[in-house]
């Protein structure tokens, strides 16, 4: 299994609608969780982190973590033709310790 | 610009050449990590930094990959003898940890074509 896990893509959904991301990770003892976007040939940018169970919300996005289910999620409520990017999920703490340990990313198409 | 900073921003070297990349973290950040980046994978940690100290490399980094933070500061990843396969967007974060949470920040990578 791996250590961090998304769901495959490509995403696509019309101007306008939720677009949900989801992940699924592996080691208990994470305690930090990142989700960053990343456009074609730039460097992923940080957009919302989760420390706790519940949600988070930030503006168009909201943040779910559910520790017991080993499960992070992104919501993009009223998605935008610039929200399509590549989402990837990272964690850190328990067995990552120091470092961030990404999912291999979900491709989000958002289309006019 | 206060962010992270990366140079070069792209490399083309030919196979068997060393090749040296320089990260700038933001400055107020202990933390500093190094990644590497393939088409359609996520970035693929090598190493990271707690201050000047080399805190753990990947298991998959071969001996001919070598990173120093001096004083710190700014950081320098080395690979020496390039293969093809080593042609990857290379990455590096940092963030400020004091016991809370590790938001790490990109620059804007150096990509390196080995031909």
């Known amino acids: 299994q791996k250590e961090v896990e998304q769901n495959s893509g490509p995403l696509s959904v019309p101007e306008g609608a939720i677009a949900s991301l989801n992940c699924t990770y592996s080691?208990?003892?994470?305690?930090?969780f990142f989700w960053y976007r990343q456009y074609s040939g730039k460097s992923p940018e940080l957009i919302m982190f989760?420390?706790?169970?519940g949600d988070k919300e930030d503006g168009r996005f909201t943040a779910q973590l559910n520790k017991a289910s080993q499960y992070v999620s992104l919501l993009i409520r009223d998605s935008q033709p610039s929200d399509s990017a590549t989402y990837l999920c990272a964690l850190g703490g328990g067995t990552s310790y120091g470092k961030l340990t990404f999912g291999q990313g979900t491709i989000l198409t958002v289309h006019p | 610009d206060t962010g992270v900073s990366q140079d070069p921003r792209h490399k083309i070297t030919k196979r068997g050449q060393n090749v040296t990349f320089r990260c700038d973290p933001i400055s107020e950040h202990n933390r500093l990590y190094w990644y590497r980046q393939t088409l359609g994978q996520g970035p693929e940690f090598l190493t990271y930094f707690q201050n000047e100290a080399q805190l753990e490399k990947s298991r998959l980094l071969s001996d001919r990959f070598s990173a120093e933070r001096p004083k710190g500061s700014f950081s320098t990843l080395e690979i020496q003898r390039t293969e093809q396969g080593d042609s990857a967007m290379y990455l590096c974060?940092?963030?400020?940890?004091?016991?809370?949470?590790?938001?790490?920040?990109f620059g804007q990578g150096t990509r390196l074509t080995v031909v």
């Open positions: 080691d208990r003892g994470s305690q930090s």
């Open positions: 989760i420390y706790s169970n």
């Open positions: 974060a940092s963030s400020f940890v004091s016991g809370g949470g590790t938001e790490a920040f």
